[in-house]
């Protein structure tokens, strides 16, 4: 059922985003261009956490519009990491390199600002330290989740079963930090964070379990 989800909602997206696709085609854009966009606005978002972190406690209002805006960029950047593969795909473009190239920067991108968020809550205040702990939890289970697949199918083995695949994990992340800048309340990221924390950490065992049984 989930997979059938993915695939209906993936394709309604790539119906919309297609003809932007061949304009950029046009353009010469190549996907490892618009794969390094993609690092560049998760990069952004990142530094909009860090001066977020910086300004609370003097301008608040300040700080959580910026919270806003990092989870503002972080969807756009989500887009590009979706639209790079499929730019590859109508061009015949794919590479080895490039997926290699995707496959790292999502990983920078995701630690990059899942990075932001922790130090953000730790300058939140005392308060949120536990939620400062759930984000580390989320970066290790982010990371778990993409290794545990790669490796798997550096060993022959489809692995693709999981709660909280980096879609997901995009969305969850942008839409806490969206909430969190508008209800100026840093309770909607550490919910976020927790949700990650335990869901992630969650697939990449599922995903062990699954290659034991495989």
Same mark, same amino acid.
């Given at each position: 059922?989930?997979?059938?989800?993915?695939d209906t909602?993936?394709?309604?997206?790539?119906?919309?985003?297609?003809?932007?696709?061949?304009?950029?085609?046009?353009?010469?854009?190549?996907?490892?261009?618009?794969?390094?966009?993609?690092?560049?606005?998760?990069?952004?978002?990142?530094?909009?956490?860090?001066?977020?972190?910086?300004?609370?406690?003097?301008?608040?209002?300040?700080?959580?519009?910026?919270?806003?805006?990092?989870?503002?960029?972080?969807?756009? $950047?989500? +887009? !590009?990491?979706?639209?790079?593969?499929? *730019?590859?795909? &109508?061009?015949?473009?794919?590479?080895? %390199?490039? @997926?290699?190239?995707?496959?790292?920067?999502?990983?920078? $991108?995701? +630690? !990059?600002?899942?990075?932001?968020?922790? *130090?953000?809550? &730790?300058?939140?205040?005392?308060?949120? %330290?536990? @939620?400062a702990v759930?984000?580390?939890?989320?970066?290790?289970?982010?990371?778990?989740?993409?290794?545990?697949?790669?490796r798997a199918?550096?060993?022959?083995?489809?692995?693709?079963?999981?709660?909280?695949?980096?879609?997901?994990?995009?969305?969850?992340?942008?839409?806490?930090?969206?909430?969190?800048?508008?209800?100026?309340?840093?309770?909607?990221?550490?919910?976020?964070?927790?949700?990650?924390?335990?869901?992630?950490?969650?697939?990449?065992?599922?995903?062990?379990?699954?290659?034991?049984?495989?």
């Amino acid at each position: 059922m989930k997979t059938n989800y993915r695939d209906t909602l993936q394709r309604l997206i790539y119906t919309a985003i297609d003809p932007f696709l061949r304009f950029l085609l046009r353009l010469h854009v190549t996907p490892n261009v618009v794969t390094v966009m993609g690092l560049v606005g998760n990069a952004i978002a990142a530094w909009l956490f860090v001066l977020a972190a910086q300004r609370l406690g003097s301008d608040e209002a300040s700080a959580y519009a910026l919270v806003a805006w990092g989870g503002v960029v972080i969807l756009l $950047s989500g +887009l !590009l990491d979706m639209m790079d593969g499929r *730019l590859a795909r &109508l061009g015949n473009m794919s590479s080895k %390199f490039g @997926a290699l190239l995707d496959s790292s920067l999502d990983r920078y $991108s995701e +630690l !990059l600002t899942l990075s932001g968020i922790a *130090l953000l809550l &730790l300058r939140a205040g005392d308060d949120w %330290f536990w @939620a400062a702990v759930a984000t580390f939890a989320a970066i290790v289970g982010s990371v778990m989740v993409s290794y545990v697949r790669a490796r798997a199918e550096g060993l022959g083995i489809s692995c693709k079963v999981g709660l909280m695949q980096r879609p997901e994990r995009v969305v969850v992340t942008a839409v806490a930090a969206i909430a969190t800048g508008l209800a100026s309340d840093p309770l909607w990221l550490a919910i976020g964070m927790t949700i990650i924390a335990l869901l992630a950490n969650l697939t990449a065992i599922w995903r062990i379990i699954h290659c034991f049984h495989a």
